[in-house]
């Protein structure tokens, strides 16, 4: 069983479609798939339909931004009601949240390059939740990046003269109103120290006390001596340890599949989500 719980698609800052993601799921080889888009449930309807056409289980889900004392925090949600007033709620104030901060980056961004907001606009489908890749596409569309990684390298780094922070939950708060919505709280790449400051243990034994369920321990993201801090971790907080792509198309160089969650752990998300996971 090859079970890749992590991918984006343009429902947020990936390349494909919804279905278009779960077809390459299914040329992947992979067996169950998770859809978590940045902020959004919007993909959910596609991608369900595709994967019963295709044959490949799905986990509806969403990468929920948040924030630890300043700390960008994405917790993975699986399985929640998308209905539930309390996770929509708080996901709803944070698309119009990164909406205001994408158009402040790209008035910093227009005191240097020749760009607009239509510019990023002509980049995103309609309903799409708009980040930093979409700002990247309107760079590249301009002739000033060669491609996305190019543009994070330097003008949109969480570092660089033009970052503009947007608003989010606090990290505890988003685990309680996943919970609430009968999801499963996952911290999604805890370790990344690569994309700007990470929490540390004592925060992550916070969230467990008030809900989080596991950890994203097997991502790209992660040095070997992150997965084996995170692995203890886990281990001593009594957490799920997932594995996952972080799949975004062709807009980053992570491939479905290049790191997987055991089944066993899966049963236990599957276990505490409210949704089920279509075809299985
Ligand atoms: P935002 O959510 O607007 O803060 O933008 C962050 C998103 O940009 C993350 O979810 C990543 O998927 C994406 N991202 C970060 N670094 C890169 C990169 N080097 N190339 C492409 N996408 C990236
Ligand atoms: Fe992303
Ligand atoms: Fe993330
Ligand atoms: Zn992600």
């Excluded at 490949?56 to 007033?85: F, I, K, N, W």
């Excluded at 790209?106 to 489908?125: H, K, S």
């Excluded at 995170?230 to 290049?258: C, F, I, P, W």
Aim: net charge negative; proline share 5%.
């Amino acid at each position: 069983m090859r079970i890749d719980l992590h991918t984006h698609s343009s429902a947020s800052d990936g390349t494909e479609s919804p279905a278009g993601v779960v077809a390459a799921a299914a040329a992947a080889g992979l067996d169950v798939v998770a859809l978590t888009d940045h902020d959004t449930t919007a993909g959910w309807d596609e991608a369900a339909a595709a994967a019963t056409a295709h044959g490949v289980a799905l986990v509806r889900g969403t990468e929920v931004s948040a924030l630890s004392r300043g700390v960008s925090v994405h917790l993975l949600s699986y399985l929640q009601d998308p209905a539930d007033p309390a996770l929509a709620g708080l996901i709803a104030q944070t698309r119009e949240a990164r909406l205001h901060r994408g158009r402040a980056m790209v008035e910093r961004l227009a005191e240097d390059l020749p760009i607009t907001w239509d510019d990023v606009v002509a980049q995103q489908a309609p309903g799409t939740v708009v980040g930093r890749p979409h700002i990247a596409d309107a760079l590249v569309a301009l002739g000033v990046v060669p491609d996305r990684t190019a543009a994070f390298a330097d003008l949109l780094s969480a570092r660089g003269r033009y970052y503009v922070p947007y608003y989010a939950p606090e990290a505890a708060e988003a685990v309680a109103a996943i919970r609430a919505s009968g999801g499963v709280p996952v911290f999604a790449h805890p370790g990344a120290d690569g994309r700007g400051r990470i929490v540390p243990d004592a925060v992550i034994a916070d969230l467990a006390a008030a809900g989080l369920a596991g950890l994203e321990v097997h991502h790209r993201d992660h040095s070997p001596e992150q997965r084996a801090r995170l692995t203890a971790l886990a281990e001593r907080l009594g957490l799920l340890v997932t594995g996952s792509s972080d799949y975004h198309g062709t807009g980053k160089e992570n491939r479905l599949g290049e790191h997987t969650t055991a089944p066993e752990v899966l049963d236990a998300i599957a276990r505490q989500g409210r949704v089920a996971v279509v075809g299985r």
